[in-house]
T-cell receptor, first 113, second 110 residues
């Protein structure tokens, strides 16, 4: 298995632009998580899905952030409009259950200028 | 504040020595997990210990769990340069999701 796949690996954009991050979880996993990591705030859970349904989005910072999981093999995290404070590394992870071992992707390093 | 908090925040030891990191949490848990993150990479799962277990081993790793003290420790024996990384504990917060601590940055000096 290729593991969790994220794209792009790096994204540099200007303030106000729309950013879309993509994730392909490990086949057969029914839980998918989006995290954001910064030096100041550490690793924060933004949202997680179970069987493609959003279960907890309390970590989504504001309405500029949205996430979708149209099927079991694909999820997106969208930021519109982006701001410099959104600069961070965004990780996607998947697992066989919300409290079980999570497999992390390589992350997307987002820089908003 | 965090459900799980690691201690110390940073640890620097000589290669070959043992490294011990601690994690404290606040509420009852179903399990506690330890992860490693190398610089610029995603987290990698190391060990999961269930609330009814007290100790677990995996190679050079030893994890203990004391539910009465709401704490766990991760011991890495005979450390190697490749063990240099950040180590995170993760616990469930009662809301069916994992919450990660801020991590311990471990540096192994040759």
């Amino acid at each position: 298995d290729a593991g969790v796949i994220q794209s792009p690996r790096h994204e540099v954009t200007e303030m106000g632009q729309e950013v879309t991050l993509r994730c392909k979880p490990i086949s057969g996993h029914n839980s998918l998580f989006w995290y954001r990591q910064t030096m100041m705030r550490g690793l924060e859970l933004l949202i997680y899905f179970n069987n493609n349904v959003p279960i907890d989005d309390s970590g989504m910072p504001e309405d500029r952030f949205s996430a979708k999981m149209p099927n079991a093999s694909f999820s997106t995290l969208k930021i519109q409009p982006s701001e410099p404070r959104d600069s961070a590394v965004y990780f996607c992870a998947s697992s066989l259950g919300a409290l079980l071992e999570q497999f992390f992707g390589p992350g997307t390093r987002l820089t908003v200028l | 504040s965090q459900q799980g908090e690691e201690d110390p925040q940073a640890l620097s030891i000589q290669e070959g020595e043992n490294a011990t990191m601690n994690c404290s949490y606040k509420t009852s848990i179903n399990n506690l997990q330890w992860y490693r993150q190398n610089s610029g990479r995603g987290l990698v799962h190391l060990i999961l210990i269930r609330s009814n277990e007290r100790e677990k081993h995996s190679g050079r790793l030893r994890v203990t769990l004391d539910t009465s003290k709401k704490s766990s420790s991760l011991l890495i024996t005979a450390s190697r340069a490749a063990d240099t990384a950040s180590y995170f504990c993760a616990t469930d917060d009662g809301a069916q999701k994992l919450v990660f601590g801020q991590g311990t940055r471990l540096t192994i000096n040759p």
